[in-house]
């Protein structure tokens, strides 16, 4: 992979349903190696996740911050598939846990859940992406279209390469900013996250 995970203090959260389709049954992948990786359960609750989240932030010292916190889960417009259900608007408050906690971004892998900010001018700001970035007071990136994973065979191990597509990049108070299109602005994740 091109970007490192593993520096700094990030942490990824991964849904097992995110796997290789083409064996039967599907075949868990799992995500790339970072400061913490929790693949969740399919009993996990969404607070439980968030929580757990704001926990492995605080760290030992309870001061902590994540550098970045990855979601690697299957997404739909405004909201994804991870655990028991799913985050959305009807629980999107629980990302106020995540204020204070995220120095660099929270990056949604996900599908689709920026596809809302398509159907409306910059300026709107009732999108998944935009409130997120407001309640946890750091950058929020998110996807416009369905992303392509791959897995190297018999290592298993899911890669999202390059976004494809238009991405939205959230900051608190601000318009987002749209990367990767017509080949410019790309969404570079190591200057968005620790630039």
């Given at each position: 992979m091109a970007f490192n995970f593993l520096r700094g203090r990030q942490m990824i959260i991964h849904d097992p349903r995110l796997n290789n389709p083409n064996?039967?049954?599907p075949t868990p992948l799992r995500p790339p190696a970072a400061m913490n990786v929790w693949t969740v359960s399919l009993t996990d609750s969404a607070d439980h996740i968030i929580g757990w989240a704001a926990s492995v932030a605080k760290g030992d010292s309870g001061t902590n911050q994540l550098d970045a916190l990855h979601f690697m889960a299957h997404g739909s417009v405004g909201g994804m598939q991870i655990g028991a259900g799913n985050f959305g608007w009807k629980n999107i408050d629980l990302f106020k846990k995540l204020n204070g906690r995220i120095k660099g971004a929270i990056i949604f892998f996900s599908c689709q859940v920026g596809g809302e900010q398509a159907h409306h001018s910059l300026s709107y700001s009732l999108t998944f992406g935009n409130v997120v970035a407001h309640h946890a007071q750091c950058k929020v990136l998110t996807c416009k279209v369905n992303q392509i994973y791959s897995w190297t065979p018999g290592v298993n191990v899911i890669d999202f390469g390059e976004f494809e597509n238009i991405v939205y990049l959230y900051t608190p108070g601000g318009n987002p900013k749209?990367?990767?299109?017509?080949?410019?602005s790309k969404a570079d994740l190591n200057s968005i996250i620790f630039g």
């Open positions: 064996t039967n049954p749209v990367l990767n299109y017509s080949g410019k």
